[in-house]
Nanobody, 124 residues
Framework: QVQLVESGGGLVQAGGSLRLSCAASGRTFSTYSMGWFRQAPGKEREFVATINRSGTSLSYANSVKGRFTISRDNAKNTVYLQMNSMKPEDTAVYSC?????????????????WGQGTQVTVSS
């Protein structure tokens, strides 16, 4: 099992950038695929990005392609989400997730562990 702690959220103006981090406990971080999801008030949780165990395969929601980049540093037990050219519709609580599946992808149910989330607010 792993514990996940997100950080880096905050308030940013439209067009600006934020970098989220998700730190994982334990020695087994590299055995998990990792994902980022977000949830705005009154909306369902939405897939953002995912990365495989080695960091060689990436996938993004269409809404963030070209703007967001997911990466991981297994030596630091950390996954990142670099968010550029941010838009007000990016406002949400962002959560990282760890999954044992080879490729959990965009399916939130395929992830096994979740962080508490960090608030991201983009002003217009």
């Amino acid at each position: 099992q792993v514990q996940l702690v997100e950080s880096g959220g905050g308030l940013v103006q439209a067009g600006g950038s934020l970098r989220l981090s998700c730190a994982a406990s334990g020695r087994t971080f590299s055995t998990y695929s990792m994902g980022w999801f977000r949830q705005a008030p009154g909306k369902e949780r939405e897939f953002v990005a995912t990365i495989n165990r080695s960091g060689t395969s990436l996938s993004y929601a269409n809404s963030v392609k070209g703007r967001f980049t997911i990466s991981r540093d297994n030596a630091k037990n950390t996954v990142y989400l670099q968010m550029n050219s941010m838009k007000p519709e990016d406002t949400a609580v962002y959560s990282c997730a760890a999954g044992r599946a080879d490729w959990p992808g965009s399916n939130s149910y395929a992830y096994d562990y979740w962080g508490q989330g960090t608030q991201v607010t983009v002003s217009s």
